[in-house]
């Protein structure tokens, strides 16, 4: 179940009820609390609204404070931590939610600048793990889950969705989708957006 390298893993500006779904995405990983599963979050983030970045920076006195950024006093794993940003992108103030491993001093920094890139993009598009990301984001928990028993042991602990066609459903890897199916399960206004090849 690793993953770990910067994602986005949410299109749109998440409210406050899905800032708290995405803040804990992974929460149905079998044995939750056996490893340590910093490599799970540690690059993980999405945009949010302003009102959602001052009730987080009023909550708790952040950890640290530096520009842009403030991280939170509270840790989600032994050295990952919410860091919130506010950056000015193409002329616009924008606010983000991340997961930065503090363990890596300059890991802040460096989603910040990935953030940045990322958002700059010329023309609107997605790569295929940014529109898996945003799938698992967007389903509900009771149709995502993990592969167990039923799936061959190579695979099992890898993410699994409910995938219906023809009259039936069926339960499948999320990194096994097709792209029809990645775009069923995609919001409108994101299903025909091109597909980017990963930077």
Not at 10 to 28: I, P, S, T
Not at 70 to 85: D, G, I
Not at 122 to 151: C, I, N, Q
Request: charged share 30%; glycine share 4%.
């Amino acid at each position: 179940m690793t993953q770990s390298s910067i994602r986005k893993i949410y299109f749109g500006v998440a409210d406050r009820r899905q800032m708290f779904r995405l803040f804990d995405r992974h929460a149905q990983r079998p044995n939750r609390w056996e490893h340590d599963d910093s490599a799970l979050f540690a690059g993980e983030w999405f945009e949010i609204a302003s009102a959602e970045h001052d009730y987080m920076l009023d909550l708790l006195p952040p950890l640290w404070m530096r520009g842009e950024m403030f991280a939170m006093r509270e840790f989600l794993t032994e050295s990952v931590t919410s860091v919130f940003y506010t950056l000015r992108i193409d002329g616009r103030t924008r606010y983000f939610h991340a997961y930065c491993d503090l363990l890596h001093s300059r890991s802040p920094v460096e989603m910040r600048d990935a953030i940045v890139a990322r958002e700059s993009w010329p023309v609107k598009a997605m790569t295929r793990v940014e529109r898996l990301e945003h799938v698992w984001s967007a389903t509900h928990d009771e149709y995502r889950g993990y592969a167990g028993e039923r799936f061959l042991p190579d695979h099992r602990g890898k993410r699994t969705i409910l995938v219906y066609g023809m009259g039936t459903t069926e339960l499948k890897l999320l990194d096994d989708l097709s792209d029809d199916e990645i775009a069923a399960k995609l919001p409108v206004h994101l299903r025909h957006l091109p597909i980017r090849a990963a930077a």
